[in-house]
């Protein structure tokens, strides 16, 4: 080997894991806020969301509930739903104030779910815990990022609606059968859940065409 070869720069290591902070931080987040959970008195139950105490006013449970969760499988599959999905839109959104607008977008997400569920059941006194409906509303965006290579599909494109389909097919069947890891028998939301999804498949259009816009243009462009 020549000295000239001893001395080339080693090609830099691909890293095993590289997913943006935000996912993961919202993913790591969510076993320290249930293992603070299970240790206050009401186990959390005070902070849920109910629907019929919405509709007298009360409208702190459409944030702090998703800060809940029902057991440690449904943290896992929210936090592993988090990272995944959160990844792809973590970063489309990573200039500028995309990092506010990327947490702005899940907790958008999962307001809206909570506030969709309401709507269907206006009566139910049931408490709804859990991150899935900002989880979904991350599932949407993503589907309308992937396979797009960094640009947002449009709506109507054959793969989003295949994709679409398959998520709110797959979320029916599991809401009405109750398969979810961690259900234990109780009520799956399913109706959160698309309402986050259908939240973020068409916040996404505006809000990633626009980063898409500013990611273009030319350096010092204003």
Not at 169 to 198: C, K, M, Q, S, Y
């Amino acid at each position: 080997m020549s000295q000239s070869d001893a001395r080339s720069p080693r090609p830099p290591r691909e890293k095993i894991f590289n997913a943006p902070f935000l996912p993961v931080l919202i993913a790591a987040s969510m076993p320290v806020l249930f293992y603070l959970q299970e240790r206050l008195p009401d186990q959390g139950l005070s902070m849920a969301f109910v629907p019929a105490q919405m509709w007298r006013g009360e409208w702190q449970g459409l944030f702090t509930s998703m800060l809940l969760h029902g057991n440690w499988p449904h943290v896992a599959m929210n936090a592993v739903g988090a990272l995944a999905f959160g990844a792809p839109v973590a970063r489309l959104m990573e200039r500028g104030p995309g990092p506010l607008v990327f947490i702005l977008f899940y907790i958008a997400a999962g307001v809206i779910a909570a506030f969709g569920y309401g709507l269907v059941h206006p009566h139910s006194m049931g408490p709804l815990v859990g991150a899935s409906g900002a989880v979904f509303g991350l599932i949407g965006a993503a589907t309308r990022l992937m396979g797009g290579q960094g640009r947002v599909l449009p709506l109507f494109h054959p793969m989003v609606l295949k994709a679409a389909a398959g998520w709110m097919a797959a979320n029916l069947v599991v809401g009405l059968i109750g398969l979810a890891p961690g259900a234990d028998g109780a009520r799956i939301a399913w109706e959160a859940h698309a309402f986050g999804f259908i939240f973020g498949i068409l916040a996404i259009g505006p809000i990633g065409g626009w980063f898409v816009r500013r990611r273009d243009l030319p350096v010092g462009a204003v």
